[in-house]
T-cell receptor, first 115, second 114 residues
Framework: KAGVTQTPRYLIKTRGQQVTLSCSPI?????VSWYQQTPGQGLQFLFE???????NKGNFPGRFSGRQFSNSRSEMNVSTLELGDSALYLC??????????????FGPGTRLTVL | AQSVAQPEDQVNVAEGNPLTVKCTYS??????LFWYVQYPNRGLQFLLK??????LVKGSYGFEAEFNKSQTSFHLKKPSALVSDSALYFC????????????FGAGTRLFVKA
């Protein structure tokens, strides 16, 4: 079974630009979560989607948004990039049915550098 | 609000010695608790989880964790450390009240010296 895939793996952008990151979950997984990983802050929760609905979101500004498609693939978008947005963005998928929580399977991440 | 604390930034242990990586949590309902490991240049991998039942949970690579409700702790343990266990370890918590949010600790870097 293929794992979680994220594209692109690396991105270099300049301040003020916008970026879209993509995540394809494991086949059959309906829940996708996004995290921002930085050396100083660890993993910060961005949002979680299940069946195209955002179930929860973290404490990030409105410049961070996401969506999930009917095939469970997910995208996240960051507009008006700031230097502090430089980070590794991780996507994780899980079965996500109801309240029972399986472990999450993580993708390799997208390394975003904002210059 | 949910929170997870990993009080040690780094843990050093000699190969063959037992290791413990500490984690305490705070949730409003009953917790779902997880440990993940991140090896250099590799993605986060699931190690083990506590949902309900026995307080001692066994996971991958010989790791185990003990859930202690009164101390709100979920420490990761291994009886005999290997050099290959050197990695970044994350504790995570999710509540069962429908919040649908997994919160991770800041991570603990484990160094196992030969």
């Amino acid at each position: 079974k293929a794992g979680v895939t994220q594209t692109p793996r690396y991105l270099i952008k300049t301040r003020g630009q916008q970026v879209t990151l993509s995540c394809s979950p494991i086949s059959g997984h309906r829940s996708v979560s996004w995290y921002q990983q930085t050396p100083g802050q660890g993993l910060q929760f961005l949002f979680e989607y299940f069946s195209e609905t955002q179930r929860n979101k973290g404490n990030f500004p409105g410049r961070f948004s996401g969506r999930q498609f009917s095939n469970s693939r997910s995208e996240m978008n960051v507009s008006t990039l700031e230097l502090g947005d430089s980070a590794l963005y991780l996507c994780a998928s899980s079965l996500g049915a109801g309240r029972y929580v399986d472990e999450q399977f993580f993708g390799p991440g997208t390394r975003l550098t904002v210059l | 609000a949910q929170s997870v604390a990993q009080p040690e930034d780094q843990v050093n242990v000699a190969e063959g010695n037992p290791l413990t990586v500490k984690c305490t949590y705070s949730v409003s309902g009953n917790p779902y608790l997880f440990w993940y490991v991140q090896y250099p240049n590799r993605g986060l991998q699931f190690l083990l989880k506590y949902i309900t039942g026995d307080n001692l949970v066994k996971g991958s690579y010989g790791f185990e964790a003990e859930f202690n409700k009164s101390q709100t702790s979920f420490h990761l343990k291994k009886p005999s450390a290997l050099v290959s266990d050197s990695a970044l370890y994350f504790c995570a918590v999710r509540d069962n009240t429908g919040g649908f949010k997994t919160i991770f600790g800041a991570g603990t870097r484990l160094f196992v010296k030969a």
